[in-house]
């Protein structure tokens, strides 16, 4: 079955740094890629997808492009503010049924921590 | 628009006390429906799951069960809750037989059992 990994963090990193968080995949075929934000103590939100190979999905100022080659989708930003201090997890469908129960499979998250 | 509501949003219980989460879906119809726990820093652990009323599907064994008695209703409950059981719940939804399996998260509750 499809599976995924993400970094670890915590990351912390100072206001305007550039972010990347890296996401890699295991998948059959080319399944849609997903980035949800979870913000402290809320539910988790979709931030970006990507629904076929080399799509660039964005939101907020975040970019994530689908590449097929590296099986990755790794989550950047040019400059991070202060209000993007969240949980990132990055996700893809669960491909355990033959994904018709519409099921995705969540990386453990990485928490970013932006200083002023 | 949909939307996707729970309750409560906070619940302290003692040990082997009942419990019952509720999540509704506004805006849609035969949604998938999805009860996920996240323990104190932590990812998400899929607990259940329903592709229509009456339709339980379970990941993981454990004291607690779901039910679907309406379209677009989704309980959470235990009989009797264990402190393991302490965490935040999240409910969510994605459209029927959608294709590109997005899932839309309601606010979550916070369950601490004591």
């Known amino acids: 079955g499809n599976s995924v990994t993400q970094m670890e963090g915590p990351v912390t990193l100072s206001e305007e740094a550039f972010l990347t968080i890296n996401c890699t995949y295991t998948?059959?075929?080319?399944?849609?890629l997903f980035w949800y934000v979870q913000y402290p103590g809320e539910g988790l939100q979709l931030l970006l997808k990507?629904?076929?190979?080399?799509d660039k999905g964005s939101n907020k100022g975040f970019e994530a492009t689908y590449r097929k080659e590296t099986t990755s989708f790794h989550l950047e930003k040019g400059s991070v503010q202060v209000s993007d201090s969240a949980v990132y997890f990055c996700?893809?469908?669960?491909?355990?049924?033959?994904?018709?129960?519409?099921?995705?499979?969540f990386g453990k998250g990485t928490k970013l921590s932006v200083k002023p | 628009s949909q939307t996707i509501h729970q309750w409560p949003a906070t619940l302290v219980q003692p040990v082997g006390s009942p419990l019952s989460l509720e999540c509704t879906v506004e805006?849609?119809?035969?949604?998938?429906l999805y009860w996920y726990r996240q323990a104190a820093g932590r990812g998400l652990q899929l607990l259940f799951y329903s592709v229509g009323i009456g339709q339980i599907s379970s990941e993981v064994p454990q004291n607690l069960s779901a039910s679907r008695p309406q379209d677009r209703q989704f309980i959470l409950s235990s009989k009797k809750l264990l402190l393991s059981d302490s965490g935040f719940y999240l409910c969510?939804?994605?459209?029927?037989?959608?294709?590109?399996?997005?899932?839309?998260f309601g606010p979550g509750t916070r369950l601490t059992v004591t």
């Open positions: 996700a893809l469908p669960w491909d355990r049924y033959g994904g018709s129960q519409g099921n995705l499979i």
């Open positions: 805006g849609t119809s035969n949604p998938n």
């Open positions: 998948a059959t075929g080319y399944p849609s």
């Open positions: 990507a629904t076929k190979a080399d």
């Open positions: 969510a939804w994605s459209g029927y037989r959608v294709r590109n399996y997005e899932q839309y």
